[in-house]
Each structure stands twice: as structure tokens, then as C-alpha cells.
């Protein structure tokens, strides 16, 4: 097995522990979206999902809209259907998905606002439940390099809002 390989398989028990003991302890019926950047990882979360019984949906960019909608209100209508694994561009835009109440982001990304928006497509008007959000992490490896600079972007942003850049005149 290679390490990216590994690396995916740790990954993808430790967001499957996170659904059961973040969302299942609370409500039987939380919905889960799981942000992957890479496909291979959704793939992987796809076959052990269903290899458990697992009801989910997964919107990624290559679908069309007609699927894209069809996944999407599946997930947000059918009880059974718990967790939806979406590609974090395909996640990210335009789309509501308030019957969420957990997030996972199972990688750093090195857009830090890729991230936000992800994570603001389940804090949109009209939720009513308490939001959770997991970023996985895997420390000594190249991620510890994408935390330092999604923090040097961050503090680069806030420099340059809080000083009037960027202000509606």
C-alpha cells in the first residue's frame, strides 16, 4: 500500500469516528457533510460508506446540474440519508445546506476562503441547529505547511481589512 493510500485510510476512520461520536451521540438523524479536495478520498469514503450500510449523497463538479439537484435534494429530504461527500470548489458555491449540522473538512485547503465558504454553505438563514466542524489534520506531514500558510493569508487579510482597504465608501 503506498502512503497517500494509508494516509486516506487513516483519514477516513478517523471522519467516520468523528460522525459517530460528534453527530450519532446527539441525533441519530444529524446530517453530515464530509469536504474532500481530492477524489480519491471521496472514492475511498464512498465504497466504506456503503461497505457499512451507510445511506449518503455526493455532489462533486464533473455532475451535471440536473444530478447535482437530484443528489442534493435527496440528501436534504430523505431522513435516511445522513451524510453527502462533496469536492470542496463543487461545495463551496452557491448552494444551501442547512439541514447540515456537522462539517468536515478532512484536509487543509490552500485557500483559506475555500474553507469559510464550505463551512458557510450549512450557516445560511434558516438553520436551526447547533453547527460542528472537524478539521482533520495529519501533523508532521505537508499539511503543517498549509495550516502555516493558510495562517500567513489570514493575518494577511486581516491587515488588510482592518485598516480601511477594502471599506464600502
Request: proline content about 4%.
Given at each position: 500500500?503506498?502512503?497517500?493510500?494509508?494516509?486516506?485510510?487513516?483519514?477516513?476512520?478517523?471522519?467516520?469516528?468523528?460522525?459517530?461520536?460528534?453527530?450519532?451521540?446527539k441525533?441519530?438523524?444529524?446530517?453530515?457533510?464530509?469536504?474532500?479536495?481530492f477524489?480519491?478520498?471521496?472514492?475511498?469514503?464512498?465504497?466504506?460508506?456503503?461497505?457499512?450500510?451507510?445511506?449518503?449523497r455526493?455532489?462533486?463538479?464533473?455532475?451535471?446540474?440536473a444530478?447535482?439537484?437530484?443528489?442534493?435534494?435527496?440528501?436534504?429530504?430523505?431522513?435516511?440519508?445522513?451524510?453527502?461527500?462533496?469536492?470542496?470548489?463543487?461545495g463551496?458555491?452557491?448552494?444551501?445546506l442547512?439541514?447540515?449540522?456537522?462539517?468536515?473538512?478532512?484536509?487543509?485547503?490552500?485557500?483559506?476562503?475555500?474553507?469559510?465558504?464550505?463551512?458557510?454553505?450549512?450557516?445560511?438563514?434558516?438553520?436551526?441547529?447547533?453547527?460542528?466542524?472537524?478539521?482533520?489534520?495529519?501533523?508532521?506531514?505537508?499539511?503543517?505547511?498549509?495550516?502555516?500558510?493558510?495562517?500567513?493569508?489570514?493575518?494577511?487579510?486581516?491587515?488588510?481589512?482592518?485598516?480601511?482597504v477594502?471599506?464600502?465608501?
Open positions: 500500500s503506498t502512503p497517500g493510500r494509508r494516509g486516506g485510510s487513516c483519514r477516513a476512520r478517523e471522519a467516520r469516528a468523528r460522525v459517530g461520536a460528534s453527530a450519532r451521540a441525533d441519530a438523524t444529524a446530517k453530515v457533510l464530509i469536504f474532500s479536495q477524489q480519491p478520498t471521496i472514492e475511498f469514503l464512498k465504497a466504506r460508506l456503503a461497505a457499512d450500510g451507510v445511506k449518503f455526493t455532489l462533486s463538479g464533473d455532475m451535471s446540474l444530478a447535482r439537484t437530484k443528489a442534493l435534494d435527496e440528501f436534504q429530504r430523505d431522513p435516511p440519508t445522513t451524510i453527502c461527500l462533496l469536492s470542496i470548489r463543487a463551496a458555491c452557491g448552494i444551501n442547512t439541514q447540515a449540522s456537522v462539517v468536515i473538512l478532512m484536509e487543509p485547503c490552500l485557500t483559506p476562503a475555500l474553507e469559510v465558504q464550505a463551512i458557510w454553505r450549512v450557516h445560511r438563514l434558516g438553520q436551526t441547529s447547533e453547527v460542528t466542524v472537524h478539521r482533520l489534520h495529519a501533523s508532521c506531514t505537508i499539511e503543517d505547511h498549509i495550516r502555516t500558510l493558510q495562517q500567513r493569508r489570514r493575518s494577511l487579510y486581516e491587515v488588510n481589512t482592518s485598516d480601511g477594502g471599506e464600502l465608501i
